[in-house]
């Protein structure tokens, strides 16, 4: 996976760094928790501040991409529902932004706003902690994907760079296929199966990522398994779900003595690679976990 040098970074040589995160809503989002703790551990200035633009305000983003290319904004993370309405107003998208179709994170670089993707190295970055933590050795390489939406491409991206073997299980074979067009250039095999269940199976699998929103709050008690699934006991379940810290799913696969986690680490791990690129500081993990928890 490929990112800038970010020690060429324009946000080097302002002494304030003004970060921010753009969506519609946002008002939930922890990332300002996460990133105005790593400005403060690194005795930085700057804030990281929401950007609430309503879907219908196209002058308000562009206004706001505007403040990235003059410098007065040293960069932006981007969430629902501009990952991929953004790109159209960048001028140079990263290999990862451009294979996975979305954009999570803008910087500039040489007056130019590039868009990148760090969910799927921040992704791969946990689920190998969460592996060796768990397992101790290397896994068997079989991960089932739950969902074939936005995050569910950055994902599918990470696990086949890291040689895993993908099936895709999807409520929209149609999305499903979508997503395994854009991947055709990859050594990659994606099976579709329906979520629509009984029929479903997740034998020979090791590793099981929901990228649904299905158990989010406030519907914690929903997961996108069906009741009463047998899971293998070699099966690790990783739910991109942090809202609320342990989901249905995870419940239900830790009741069967399954290792099984969600998704803040994914979380913290792709915000400190975007405040990398922003900064050029790497902060360390357990500050940034400290400062959600606190
Ligand atoms: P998205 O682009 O809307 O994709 C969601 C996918 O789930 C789509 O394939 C959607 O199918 C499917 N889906 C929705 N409801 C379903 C249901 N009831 N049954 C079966 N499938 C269903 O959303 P996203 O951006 O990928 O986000 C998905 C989840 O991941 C959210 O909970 C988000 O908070 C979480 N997330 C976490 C992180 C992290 O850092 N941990 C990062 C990104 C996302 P349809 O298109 O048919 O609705």
Redesign the pocket.
């Known amino acids: 996976m490929q990112s800038s040098n970010p020690s060429t970074g324009s946000g080097q040589r302002l002494q304030t760094f003004k970060l921010g995160l753009i969506g519609y809503p946002v008002a939930h989002s922890l990332s300002p928790k996460i990133q105005n703790a790593a400005l403060k551990f690194f005795g930085l200035n700057g804030d990281y501040s929401l950007f609430p633009i309503h879907p219908d305000d196209k002058q308000g983003l562009k206004d706001l991409l505007g403040c990235v290319r003059s410098g007065e904004i040293t960069g932006l993370n981007v ?2 529902p501009y ?1 991929q309405n953004v790109m159209e107003f960048l001028d140079e998208l990263t290999p990862t932004a451009k294979v996975i179709g979305a954009v ?1 994170i803008i910087y500039r670089r040489e007056d130019k706003l590039i868009g990148d993707n760090t ?1 799927a190295p ?2 791969l970055a946990d689920l190998r902690k969460f592996v060796k933590k768990d397992t101790g050795k290397q896994a068997n390489k079989n991960a089932l994907i ?9 994902v599918v991206y990470a696990l086949i760079s890291d040689s895993w073997k993908v099936t895709i299980a ?3 074979l149609e ?2 296929r979508q997503l395994t067009s854009s991947f055709r250039n990859y050594q990659l095999r994606i099976n579709l199966q329906s ?1 629509n269940l009984p029929t479903f199976k997740v034998s020979n699998i090791e590793l099981i990522v ?7 709050f406030p519907n914690i008690d ?1 997961s ?1 398994l069906p009741k009463n699934i047998a899971l293998s006991k070699e099966t690790r379940v990783y739910d ?4 609320p810290r342990e989901t249905k799913l995870v419940r239900d696969a830790r009741a069967q003595g399954l290792h099984a986690t ?6 913290v ?2 915000a400190a690679l975007g405040f990398e690129l922003w900064t050029g500081h790497n902060p360390p993990r357990e500050f940034l976990w400290n400062a959600i928890e606190n």
Do not use: C, H
Request: overall charge positive.
């Open positions: 969430t629902i990952k999570n969910d921040g992704f739950l969902g074939a939406g936005g995050s569910a491409r950055a999807a409520r929209r999305q499903a979520l929901n990228t649904t929103p299905v158990g989010m929903q996108p991109l779900i942090y809202n969600t998704g803040l680490g994914m979380l791990e792709q």
